[in-house]
């Protein structure tokens, strides 16, 4: 099992990128991730139209 390295995360986060103490250790550990760099790039026009032909948006009885 890897450990995190929380005093050089909370130095990212708090030196880094600008967090309060408070704002960082609020995040996910995946939205940190995500504001020190890493991570997919952003959906993009084709990505979205893929993704809503596999669901498309149907009308009438739900799928509850």
Known sequence: MSR???PALL????????????E???????????????GDAPLGRRGLETLM???PDTRGERDD
């Open 11 to 22: 130095c990212a986060g708090v030196r880094g990128l600008g967090l309060r103490p408070a």
């Open 53 to 55: 032909a596999a669901y």
């Open 24 to 38: 960082f250790w609020a995040l996910t550990p995946a939205e940190l991730h995500l504001l020190l760099g890493g």
């Open 4 to 6: 995190f390295d929380w």
